[in-house]
């Protein structure tokens, strides 16, 4: 898993595209707590990693922490907890920063409530929480005919803001990624990060982005 989809330069360029949108969305993170939901190999773990005081990346897989827990050697600012993202093992405003990466998209928007709504109750009123999602309406409605086809789950806007409902507000949405074209982007870099600007910008990132980055902020206690 790790191998083909972040080792290979494809995965590196999707990799530091979407990294380049994420990021400001986070803020600073120096002197903060961040959890990492559904952390997988590590990709958000490794990078949020030096930047805020605490990371904890969760996974419901032992295999993938293994994964991860290898990339973070002599790392003692990192702890690794395998759980489940409907059931955080955590108390109410724990985190300062939530996070879930290439999760959401594999659950229908029901369950995706499920799963926020633990996010929300874990983070701290005034706290940020950053969703991936994969966008249904990418390449110009092709997210929306592989959907109908049921080859992938993206999300609408309107599935996006009733996610995210209950109990914080959106505060912006960036997109990443001209869909398909990444295997070529990544031979040229130089020429492709500026379409890829463009494409992340607002209207736009919608119609043209395969990635949605929703950053939003607890308003209150649950």
């Not at 898993?1 to 590196?12: P, V, W």
């Not at 920063?97 to 983070?123: G, K, W, Y």
């Not at 043209?208 to 902020?217: G, I, N, P, S």
Request: net charge positive; glycine share 10%.
């Amino acid at each position: 898993y790790d191998l083909l989809r972040y080792t290979n330069l494809a995965g590196q360029y999707k990799q530091e595209i979407q990294r380049r949108v994420y990021t400001p969305l986070l803020g600073t993170l120096s002197g903060k707590t961040v959890l990492d939901v559904a952390c997988g190999t590590g990709r958000g773990a490794v990078d949020f990693a030096g930047k805020a005081t605490r990371v904890v990346a969760l996974d419901g897989s032992t295999d993938m922490l293994a994964v991860t827990r290898k990339k973070l050697i002599g790392r003692n600012d990192v702890m690794l907890i395998a759980g489940l993202a409907q059931a955080l093992p955590f108390p109410r405003g724990a985190f300062d920063v939530v996070v879930a990466l290439n999760f959401l998209h594999l659950f229908r928007p029901s369950t995706q409530c499920a799963f926020v709504d633990e996010m929300i109750r874990v983070l701290r009123p005034g706290g940020v929480l950053i969703l991936e999602f994969d966008n249904a309406l990418h390449g110009f409605g092709v997210g929306m005919a592989r959907r109908w086809l049921g080859g992938e789950r993206g999300s609408l806007m309107c599935e996006i803001r009733r996610v995210v409902s209950h109990g914080a507000q959106i505060v912006s949405v960036k997109g990443a990624l001209i869909p398909y074209m990444w295997r070529v982007f990544c031979h040229f870099p130089r020429f492709a990060t500026p379409l890829e600007r463009l494409a992340s910008l607002p209207f736009l990132n919608r119609l043209l982005c395969r990635r949605l980055y929703v950053q939003a902020q607890k308003l209150y206690e649950l």
